[in-house]
């Protein structure tokens, strides 16, 4: 399935290969056309292939429903676990799990929670690759707060990377956020950091890959 921020990208993309393809074999010898076609549609299927849309759903167990669980928002790697100060909305310390996602990756965002979003922020930024640690507070982002069920807040942000130039959110405030819906989408390589409580259990640790919507991250404690 491919998601809906990529049909019109895809059809565009479409009709400038089959151009370029068809002026390649004006302007080129046989070889250079035939070595062009099969680049471009190699480029064509990658770009397919990055915005699929798989079906996920995430099904909480009746003794898990007691729990506060945080799901990853992002498929990707874990490049980060670290106690950090939040100084934009939440101000105090915190634990921050950064999630890398690379080209190869879906950049599908899901709410990592379910709850109310009572703050959403778009900042303006630099494209930094999404790894160094400037990034965070740098790059251009979004903020988007969610209030749990159980009052508990969770913010988390979307950051654009090096190739990154254009973050998609749907979260608006005083919208009803369910765990494992999406609510946003980054095109070409970003990250998610999510933070969370300091008591928070985390169940992943740095290197680990996760899948947005499915990969249990963190317990809150009450």
Known sequence: MIHREGILFLVYAFIIILSLIFISFFLFSNLI?????????????????????????????????????????????????????????????????????????????????????????????KYLIAWFKKSSLNNERTTIVVETNKGKKVLFRQIAGFLARRIILYARKNSIAKKGEEFGFIKFGSRIDVFLPLNSVILVKKGEKVSGGETKISIIQS
């Open 33 to 125: 056309s035939f070595l062009t076609f099969i680049f471009l549609m190699i480029f064509y299927i990658f770009l397919i292939f990055f915005f699929r849309n798989p079906k996920k759903s995430f099904h909480e167990k009746n003794f898990d429903k007691e729990k506060e669980i945080v799901i990853s928002p992002a498929d990707g790697k874990i490049v980060e676990i670290k106690n950090i100060f939040e100084t934009e909305f939440l101000k105090k310390n915190c634990i921050c799990i950064s999630i890398f996602m690379s080209p190869f990756n879906v950049h599908v965002n899901r709410f990592p929670v379910s709850g109310k979003v009572i703050y959403t922020k778009y900042h303006p930024g």
